[in-house]
């Protein structure tokens, strides 16, 4: 399974983005999908998580000027993020879990997928 985000970029401070994140290969099903970024010198952190169900996870960061959603029939997750600071930039990655088809077992297996990153650049 692989994921591929897009959307990041350079944002002025106060402004907004949107990224997106599409999942794709051999899903069965996906559990969980979120966001993580890790800023420059500093571990990985989570953003925001999204259930299956739609019930929604914010970090304290983030809370109130973030948005995620999922379309689940799509595999795809979307982040939406307003008055955006510059400690908001980082490399963001989104995550996927849940269940892929394994050709090794002939059945599914455990499904623990990252995407590649996309950096946002937050300037004052």
């Known amino acids: 399974v692989q994921l591929q985000a897009s959307g990041g970029g350079l944002v002025q401070a106060g402004g907004s983005l949107r990224l997106s994140c599409a999942a794709s290969?051999?899903?069965?099903?996906?559990?969980?999908m979120g966001w993580y970024r890790q800023a420059p010198g500093k571990e990985r952190e989570l953003v925001a998580t999204?259930?299956?169900?739609?019930?929604?996870n914010y970090a304290d960061s983030v809370k109130g000027r973030s948005a995620i959603s999922r379309d689940n029939a799509k595999n795809t997750v979307h982040l939406r993020m307003d008055s955006l600071k510059p400690e908001d930039t980082a490399v963001y990655y989104c995550?996927?879990?849940?269940?892929?088809?394994?050709?090794?077992?002939?059945?599914?297996?455990?499904?623990?997928?990252w995407g590649q990153g996309t950096l946002v650049t937050v300037s004052s």
């Open positions: 995550y996927a879990d849940g269940l892929e088809w394994s050709t090794e077992r002939l059945g599914p297996a455990g499904l623990d997928a």
């Open positions: 999204i259930d299956s169900g739609g019930k929604t």
């Open positions: 290969g051999s899903i069965v099903s996906i559990y969980n």
